[in-house]
């Protein structure tokens, strides 16, 4: 196989996966937090390879903390999200910015239920 044939499949590969996940992409829920409480707690099913983003606002400088638990074990925070990287794993915490915050998991494995916890301070 020649080198061009080689890049031209390395992208297309890379094309359906990007087609084939933006649907889950796409699929972004607010956030809430009830009255007087600065943390809110998220449930749901996450596809095989899928991705679900989720938003919530906050103040400039505010402490984000996320604790991600799925009965696969599979389920993980996005390799990048925001500005830095971040190597998967099931706490992410960060600074937020004035405004929309994303917190963004993904599942490399099959499909599975999902308990998402989130908390400002």
Same mark, same amino acid.
């Given at each position: 196989?020649?080198?061009?044939?080689?890049?031209?499949?390395?992208?297309?590969?890379?094309?359906?996966?990007?087609?084939?996940?933006?649907?889950?992409? +796409?699929?972004?829920?607010?956030?809430?937090?009830?009255? #007087?409480?600065? /943390?809110?707690?998220? &449930?749901? *099913?996450?596809?095989? $390879?899928?991705?679900?983003?989720?938003?919530?606002?906050?103040?400039?400088?505010?402490?984000?903390?996320?604790?991600?638990?799925?009965?696969?074990?599979?389920?993980?925070? +996005?390799?990048?999200?925001?500005?830095?990287?971040?190597? #998967?794993?099931? /706490?992410?915490?960060? &600074?937020? *910015?004035?405004?929309? $915050?994303?917190?963004?998991?993904?599942?490399?494995?099959?499909?599975?239920?999902?308990?998402?916890?989130?908390?400002?301070?």
């Amino acid at each position: 196989m020649k080198i061009k044939d080689k890049k031209a499949i390395k992208i297309l590969v890379l094309t359906i996966i990007l087609i084939v996940s933006s649907s889950d992409i +796409l699929a972004q829920t607010r956030i809430r937090f009830a009255r #007087g409480k600065s /943390s809110a707690t998220v &449930t749901g *099913t996450i596809a095989k $390879n899928g991705s679900k983003c989720y938003f919530l606002s906050a103040n400039e400088g505010q402490w984000l903390k996320a604790k991600l638990r799925s009965r696969s074990g599979d389920a993980q925070f +996005l390799f990048y999200m925001g500005a830095s990287p971040y190597k #998967g794993g099931t /706490s992410y915490e960060t &600074t937020t *910015t004035k405004g929309d $915050n994303e917190v963004c998991i993904e599942n490399p494995g099959n499909a599975t239920t999902f308990t998402l916890t989130v908390s400002i301070r």
